[in-house]
Each structure stands twice: as structure tokens, then as C-alpha cells.
């Protein structure tokens, strides 16, 4: 199980989806910190000082916060996918990894379209 937070533009529902996959899923409405404008910095901050994952679609902020900020539980930046299950087990795989989080940058991308 992961202890994973997801921010405030994350789909509930792929949340809720990563619950049914046996992982402890916090989310920043859970949390009290909605609708708030707290910085990405503080959002990195709360979801490292409580030992979990931040999932995210904010790539560019958080890619860019992992480098400046390397201290932390890890982060997976996603792209926007309409398959909310999919997404969930694909980001559940991600963190299966036996290296661990910590300190790392994962990202899990929509599958090209067979189109």
C-alpha cells in the first residue's frame, strides 16, 4: 500500500479507484486545503511532511519543483486520460517499483490512441 495525496485538479475518481487498488489515497479537499491557492511549494510541503506520494496533473510545476525540491516522497505527474480506471491502474503499477519513491519523479501518460 501507498500512502499517496493528490492535488486539487486530480480526478476523484481515479483517487477512488487507486483506494480500490489498496492504496491509502489522501486528496487536498480531504485535507481541508481546497479551493485555497496554496502554492504548488506548500502542496509538496504538506503531502512530504505527511510521507506520501503527491499525484498530479500539474506536470510542469511539479517536474520543475522535483528539481529544486529533490526531499520528497516522491511525485507522479500524469496527462489528463478520460479512462479513470486505466489511469488508476496504470499509476498503481508505477508505484509497484521495488526502488521505491522517495526523492523520485514518475510519470504516467495517457496510452497513444490506436486511432
Do not use: K, W
Request: hydrophobic residues 40%; glycine residues 6%.
Amino acid at each position: 500500500m501507498t500512502r499517496l495525496y493528490t492535488n486539487e485538479n486530480f480526478p476523484l475518481q481515479v483517487a477512488e479507484e487507486l483506494r480500490r487498488l489498496g492504496n491509502d489515497v489522501l486528496t487536498v479537499q480531504e485535507a481541508g486545503n481546497a479551493g485555497q491557492a496554496i502554492p504548488d511549494t506548500a502542496v509538496l510541503t504538506f503531502a512530504t511532511r505527511d510521507r506520501r506520494v503527491l499525484v498530479t496533473l500539474n506536470r510542469r510545476h511539479f517536474i520543475r519543483l522535483h528539481h529544486d525540491q529533490p526531499e520528497h516522497q516522491g511525485i507522479v505527474v500524469c496527462t489528463f486520460d478520460p479512462d479513470f480506471v486505466g489511469q488508476a491502474h496504470r499509476i498503481h503499477e508505477a508505484l509497484e517499483d521495488p526502488a521505491g519513491m522517495a526523492g523520485r519523479l514518475v510519470r504516467v501518460n495517457r496510452p497513444l490512441s490506436e486511432h
